[in-house]
């Protein structure tokens, strides 16, 4: 009897020592936990966030999820229901888990289990979880020129905006994929070109004939991967010949020109008269009659008039 005594006076002294340090032990408190708290998901297939209790002891407590996004929150499973942006596409699972049956895009975001279990010490605890959800990539857009001359440089582009995360690109040469480095491979040792895997940018400083082919570009990511439809590229040798004869048939029919112009010049083609000069002719006054001044109110008679 009294070695009872003394060891429930022992676990009320514990108690005592770890109330007064802030410590409660498990059984009296609820205790959550996870298998992950960054969980990755592909879209369109199913994912379970799992919040393990670890402890607890009053029988029903009240389990609730959010969803925060952006730095807002909303319910997900409140009132023993799932709703929100999971209404109908979720369902939780013993203990408080939560299963989503096809994940998408807008489901990525923060999620935090809280459990309230008002029979225990310590009564409430959370847990947050990070749920990304990659996303295949569609099919890129690519840009290859129909035609390039030899020595000079050119760009092949490659786009994708729809997959999470953002892809990664590779080119394929007539159905060889082309390495990111052309020295690491003897084939293409004498290459100029240089990938960008990030952008999808494959640029060639010099052309070589060697260049022309079937060029495509494959976007890739986690979640999968799609290309664009093959472009052809056709590489073509210098014509000197036929830079010189542009050139002078330029040349020719500049001469011929400037000569026509001449040739109008000289035959007054372009001369004007002047808006100045006065065409209109006076009649010549008879010389048989000679007026005197206004003053005279007389005239005279030259003596070659004859009566």
Same mark, same amino acid.
């Given at each position: 009897?009294?070695?009872? $005594?003394? %060891?429930?006076?022992? &676990? ?27 969980? *990755?998901? #592909? ?8 919040? &393990? ?6 029988? #029903?407590?009240?389990?609730? *999820?959010? $969803?925060?996004?952006?730095?807002? /929150? ?5 009132? #023993?229901?799932?709703?929100? =942006? ?32 008002? =029979?225990? @010490? ?14 295949? /990539? ?28 953002? /892809?990664?690109?590779? *080119? ?8 990111? =480095?052309?020295? #690491?491979?003897? $084939?293409?040792?004498?290459?100029? !070109? ?20 079937? !060029?495509?570009? @494959?976007? $890739? ?60 002719? *006076? /009649? %010549? ?9 206004? =003053? ?12």
């Amino acid at each position: 009897m009294i070695r009872c $005594k003394m %060891a429930i006076a022992r &676990l009320v002294a514990c108690f005592v020592l770890y109330s007064s340090l802030g410590h409660i032990p498990s059984s009296l408190g609820v205790i959550l936990r996870t298998t992950d708290k960054i969980v *990755w998901a #592909n879209e369109f297939e199913p994912i379970e966030l799992t919040c &393990l209790i670890e402890s607890i002891s009053t029988n #029903n407590p009240r389990i609730e *999820w959010k $969803k925060i996004k952006n730095g807002v /929150p909303s319910y997900v499973y409140f009132q #023993n229901k799932i709703a929100g =942006d999971l209404e109908s596409r979720a369902q939780l699972r013993e203990p408080a888990n939560i299963l989503i049956f096809n994940a998408t895009r807008s489901d990525t975001a923060e999620y935090r289990c809280e459990v309230a279990a008002i =029979d225990d @010490q310590r009564d409430f605890d959370e847990i947050l979880i990070s749920l990304a959800v990659r996303v295949k /990539p569609v099919v890129p857009r690519c840009s290859v020129p129909e035609a390039v001359t030899v020595g000079t440089s050119t760009e092949l582009r490659c786009l994708e905006n729809e997959g999470f995360p953002a /892809p990664q690109y590779r *080119w394929f040469h007539n159905n060889e994929e082309l390495p990111q =480095d052309p020295k #690491n491979s003897a $084939k293409f040792a004498n290459s100029s !070109y240089s990938i960008n895997p990030d952008t999808g940018g494959l640029k060639f400083r010099r052309v070589r004939k060697e260049d022309a082919g079937e !060029y495509y570009c @494959q976007a $890739k990511n986690d979640a999968g991967h799609a290309q664009c439809p093959t472009q052809i590229m056709e590489v073509y040798d210098v014509d000197i010949l036929g830079i010189f004869l542009k050139v002078f048939g330029a040349v020719v029919a500049f001469l011929c020109l400037a000569v026509s112009i001449c040739h109008s010049f000289r035959r007054g083609c372009f001369h004007k008269k002047g808006h100045n000069e006065n065409n209109y002719n *006076w /009649p %010549a006054q008879n010389s048989s009659v000679e007026y005197g001044d206004a =003053d005279e109110g007389h005239f005279r008679h030259k003596s070659s008039f004859v009566i």
